[in-house]
């Protein structure tokens, strides 16, 4: 299922949600132009490295911020960049473009912190705009409890579209990712080797974060 566009009109443009797009398709176009070597290079100084995160926290914070805009392919850009559209405009719209920029940026920061607690001496890059975009739905679902989305459907060779409560779609990709980061815990415990992968715990701390914040900046108001 991959949703189209939520039902619910905005009253004012989302010039930070449209921004955010294109940074991060920039600095994934910028991505493709690297060679292997220097593209390894561009990950260990932006990413998320969890043992140098661990060692020199002073000097690698800001990856919890540049690690957002990094992307590992396109379908993960795609993806991501596709419900940020779908549900960042009216988060935007609810709190404001200043409020909603920090909040996102936060909602990422917390989430890329989740994934280093659970693998604090990988030496693997953890990266992209997923715990934030998380963080996003988390605070949608919060605004917006009753709203549908307009959501693709693949039966088989057929595509079709329905509208779906936005809360049941969220909640289903939140427990899918809450199930698959347990799995991936036992996984790992059972594993002599350090594997990459899809950083489900970012995804998960990312969500609670967004649910958490939500109502200190006004996302519980509900004007309708």
Known sequence: MFPLYDENPTRTTPYITYGLIGMNVLVFLHELQLSNEQLNQFLQL????PEQLTTNLAGEWTTLFTSQFLHGGWWHLISNMLFLFVFGNNVEDKLGHFKYLIYYLICGAFAAL??????????????????????????????????????????????????????????????QNLISGFASLQAAANMSVETGGIAYWAHIGGFVAGVVLAPFLGLHRREY
């Open 46 to 49: 932006y990413a998320v490295i």
């Open 114 to 175: 989740c994934q280093w607690f659970i693998s604090m001496n990988s030496g693997i890059p953890s990266l992209g705009a997923s715990g934030a975009i998380f963080g996003i739905l988390g605070g949608y679902i919060i605004a917006f409890p009753h709203s549908r989305v307009v959501t693709l459907i693949f039966l088989g060779i057929f595509v079709t579209t329905v509208r779906i409560p936005a809360l049941f779609l969220i909640g289903l990709y939140f427990i």
